[in-house]
């Protein structure tokens, strides 16, 4: 706290995962008197740069770019780049710290990283993107490799993106290499990539309900955010039979009582992906909808929840508002969506609830699958992909129920995906000695 006492998302993610491994320690000689937990918060290397691009009416537009490398004890540092105005320092690092235990938790042999800039992507055109992108690059571009840090998308950053950044990448190294995930088909990427984060939240959410001998089919659910991960987690709820009722972007969210049906969903993908316009928009065509200005989804009642937009999008409020419309199963698909509190509340309930580390590491774990493709210069099936994405959400799932099972046999899945992430890495690090 002392170090860091000026990051407060970073020791919100700390203190989550303390509270249910320092425990856990305690009992175990192998670990204790170490400092294991210790080391692991402290990255093992944090770069930042300027990054300097010109506007389309001439300006020269300075940014700060950012690389955490926070652990690298199980593989090559692997984490997204996220370009947004609130990037700083603390939310890269708390990213970068869940980023080592969820990677730890896909069992790949992959480290944890995360980078970015406080660039906003929002109203700037293609042409002001890539000069960014390549700016960007042209400095980070010394302190990553496909054996030392692999760098892949996150918020604001899409396919466009690692294309313009892989590009500049490809220049200035002079090698064709996968130092980039999330890559288009055509260049090395992996089909079921940019399904794989929302696909596997969904995924895990459906392991949760077979616990309690139930599924998705009929079920109302509750999703946020609009962009990768909402609108594939959507995907997936309306392919297995649930009916999606709200998304939402930054100004506000929709509700749609009949249900965002497929072709519905055809249309958001469109208005966000090609047009990059607001969600309010979606009332243009389909007018039955509400729009709700300036607020989150979490009043609308539900079976599920998927946070799937921004960190602490769901607070203690929100939690309490979804137990009492008779909420039994939260899957996050965002990055520590939900705050201390809400998550709280969820326990105190005992309902179903996967923090994203857990719910989310599809993405990361199909990232992982696309390094293997590019090392072995092969590509396989999207039926190959998509298998092999559900057995690792299932095998995450046996983990977090392995350490997290408490004595009443209620699944706390906190407590399971931070010890299971932990216990990978913290071998590798005793192994490998104090470095
Ligand atoms: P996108 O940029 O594609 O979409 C982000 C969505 O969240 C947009 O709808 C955006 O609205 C909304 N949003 C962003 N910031 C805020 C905010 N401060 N308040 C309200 N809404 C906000 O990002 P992704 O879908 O890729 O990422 C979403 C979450 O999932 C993040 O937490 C990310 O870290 C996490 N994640 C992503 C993975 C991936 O594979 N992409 C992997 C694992 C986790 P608007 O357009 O208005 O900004």
């Not at 243009?284 to 599920?304: H, L, Q, R, S």
Request: glycine letters at 12%.
């Amino acid at each position: 706290k002392q170090r860091n006492g000026n990051e407060p998302e970073f020791l919100q993610a700390v203190e989550e995962v303390a509270e249910t491994v320092i425990p856990y320690i305690v009992k175990h000689d192998i670990y204790y008197g170490k400092n294991i937990l210790l080391r692991m918060v402290e990255p093992e290397r944090v770069i930042t740069f300027r990054v300097c691009w010109v506007d389309d009416a001439g300006e020269i537009q300075v940014n700060r770019g950012y690389r955490i490398q926070m652990n690298s004890a199980i593989g090559p540092y692997k984490g997204g780049l996220r370009f947004h105005p609130t990037v700083n320092m603390s939310i890269l690092k708390f990213l970068a710290f869940e980023q080592v235990f969820k990677n730890s938790l896909t069992t790949l042999p992959m480290g944890g990283g995360k980078g970015g800039s406080d660039f906003d992507p929002k109203g700037k055109s293609d042409n002001e993107i890539m000069r960014f992108c390549h700016a960007f690059m042209s400095e980070l571009f010394r302190h990553i490799g496909h054996n030392t840090d692999v760098p892949a998308g996150d918020i604001g950053v899409g396919a466009r993106e690692i294309g313009f950044l892989f590009g500049m990448y490809k220049k200035i190294s002079n090698g064709f290499t996968g130092v980039l995930t999330g890559k288009g088909m055509s260049w090395g990427g992996s089909l079921i990539r940019p399904e794989a984060t929302g696909y596997g939240t969904v995924y895990f959410a459906e392991n949760m309900l077979k616990t309690k001998g139930d599924n998705l089919e009929g079920k109302n659910v509750v999703i946020s955010g609009s962009g990768n991960v909402a609108q594939f987690a959507a995907e997936k709820v309306i392919q297995l039979g649930g009916k999606v009722l709200t998304l939402s972007d930054s100004s506000g969210y929709i509700y749609d009582k009949d249900g965002i049906d497929r072709e519905k969903l055809e249309f958001v993908m469109h208005l966000k992906n090609v047009k990059r316009g607001r969600i309010s928009e979606y009332l243009e065509t389909y007018p039955n909808a509400e729009f709700i200005k300036g607020k989150t989804p979490w009043g609308v009642k539900c079976d599920i929840a998927l946070p799937c937009a921004t960190q602490n999008e769901l607070t203690e409020n929100d939690a309490n508002a979804l137990l009492e419309n008779g909420c039994i199963c939260v899957s996050e698909g965002a990055n520590m969506p939900s705050t201390k509190g809400a998550i709280e509340a969820f326990h105190k309930a005992k309902i179903l609830f996967a923090p994203g580390k857990a719910s989310n590491a599809g993405g990361v774990a199909t990232s992982g699958l696309e390094m293997t493709q590019n090392s072995l210069r092969f590509n396989w099936t999207r039926e190959e992909v998509d298998l092999k994405l559900k057995e690792i959400m299932s095998n995450i799932h046996d983990s977090c129920i392995e350490y997290g099972k408490d004595d009443d046999g209620y699944i706390d899945y906190v407590k399971g995906a931070n010890i299971a992430g932990f216990v990978k890495v913290a071998d590798a690090m005793l192994a490998q000695g104090i470095v």
